[in-house]
């Protein structure tokens, strides 16, 4: 009995070339050093990289902030995030900077839920019979079947306008709210606001002078581009 050879042709493997690029990324001291990273970089890999360079005690409150100075805002970068795709995003005119500095409240959403859904803030689609506990309100807020609505006042202010003005919004998995008539939420007097698929939220730590805000702190929707 012969066996006969057969040529098995595989097919050719394209090499994944992943580019370089050199970030600069400042402390709070305001001075910067420079980084080789792929393309492929996270957030928290950059935290890592410079956790190490530093010598620095890793306690998990490390963060990557985007600055963006010509408007006052900033905002963490997530874990998950590929830096290099946030940088994609930046006006060539625009001096943005990334930051890298302690931010203790990081995981903090994580670790007590309780404290960002104060009791008369929020609203369940299911009766809850009593205390929750901060687990279940964290898997209520993760579902998709029973997310808690949240709302209250907050000012606000219409791009192109100067004053500011208090309203009733209403947080949904939908997106963000605002009453057009007082506290009510029927659907007639609802007004959409804006989504979060597309947008990043930033902070405004001195809305009083560059927004002329009612409060120093504040927050905004930027959609990305």
Same mark, same amino acid.
């Given at each position: 009995?012969?066996?006969?050879? /057969? /040529?098995?042709?595989? @097919?050719?493997i +394209?090499?994944? !070339?992943?580019?370089?690029?050199? !970030?600069?990324? &400042?402390?709070?001291?305001?001075?910067? $050093?420079?980084?080789?990273?792929?393309?492929?970089?996270?957030? $928290?890999?950059v935290?890592?990289?410079?956790?190490?360079k530093?010598?620095? !005690?890793?306690?998990?409150?490390?963060?990557?902030?985007?600055?963006?100075?010509h408007?006052?805002?900033? $905002?963490?970068?997530?874990d998950?995030?590929l830096? !290099?795709?946030?940088?994609?995003?930046?006006?060539i005119?625009?001096?943005?900077?990334?930051?890298?500095r302690?931010?203790?409240?990081?995981?903090? =959403?994580?670790?007590?839920?309780?404290? =960002? =859904?104060?009791?008369?803030?929020?609203?369940?689609a299911?009766?809850?019979?009593?205390?929750?506990?901060?687990t279940?309100?964290?898997?209520?807020?993760?579902?998709?079947s029973?997310? @808690?609505?949240?709302?209250?006042f907050?000012?606000?202010?219409?791009?192109?306008?100067?004053?500011?003005?208090?309203? &009733?919004?209403?947080? $949904?998995?939908?997106?963000?709210?605002?009453?057009t008539?007082? +506290?009510?939420?029927?659907?007639?007097?609802?007004?959409?606001?804006t989504e979060?698929?597309?947008?990043?939220?930033?902070?405004?730590?001195?809305?009083?002078k560059?927004?002329g805000a009612p409060?120093?702190?504040?927050?905004c929707?930027?959609?990305?581009?």
């Open positions: 009995m012969s066996l006969s050879a /057969r /040529r098995v042709t595989l @097919p050719a +394209t090499p994944i !070339i992943l580019q370089k690029r050199v !970030i600069k990324v &400042y402390s709070e001291d305001e001075t910067s $050093r420079a980084l080789d990273v792929p393309s492929d970089i996270t957030a $928290r890999d935290c890592q990289l410079l956790i190490l530093n010598h620095y !005690i890793d306690d998990h409150s490390w963060t990557l902030f985007e600055h963006l100075p408007i006052g805002v900033e $905002r963490t970068i997530e998950h995030e830096v !290099i795709e946030v940088l994609s995003n930046w006006g005119e625009e001096e943005n900077k990334l930051y890298f302690k931010n203790y409240a990081k995981y903090e =959403f994580f670790k007590n839920p309780v404290y =960002f =859904f104060p009791e008369h803030m929020v609203s369940f299911t009766e809850t019979n009593g205390e929750i506990s901060p279940q309100i964290l898997q209520m807020f993760l579902s998709s029973t997310y @808690p609505e949240i709302h209250g907050l000012h606000a202010k219409e791009q192109g306008k100067k004053s500011w003005k208090k309203v &009733y919004f209403f947080l $949904r998995r939908s997106g963000l709210y605002f009453s008539k007082g +506290t009510s939420k029927e659907p007639r007097h609802l007004q959409f606001f979060f698929g597309n947008s990043d939220i930033y902070v405004s730590p001195a809305g009083k560059k927004h409060t120093n702190y504040g927050f929707f930027k959609v990305q581009a």
